[in-house]
């Protein structure tokens, strides 16, 4: 399936952003569809199922909110850690 989509008539097409299927989503975040597939049903990726009815759900990801959780997905072992306030 492609990520391409039609334009709705009197929505202005530069306010929209596409959505993308699994495929492109796996790419963008470099791991697996299946690694990808998994996070989102355990809600650690934010991704929107096409049909939240159905037992196997096709979801759609928006390359924005990936991008804003890995900027908010900071290990934070690997952090410098935070200057101590002292007194002297």
């Known amino acids: 399936m492609s990520a391409s989509h039609t334009l ?15 495929d492109i989503a796996a790419a963008f975040l470099s791991i697996t569809r299946r690694t990808l597939l998994q996070k989102v049903r355990s809600g650690k990726i934010p991704g929107h199922p096409l049909d939240r009815g159905a037992k196997k759900k096709e979801w759609r990801f928006k390359l924005s909110e990936l991008d804003r959780y890995l900027g908010t997905a900071i290990n934070s072992v690997l ?8 007194r002297i």
């Open 8 to 22: 709705v008539p009197g929505i202005p097409s530069g306010n929209l952003e596409p959505f993308v299927d699994a």
């Open 79 to 86: 952090q410098p850690p935070e200057p101590e306030n002292r």
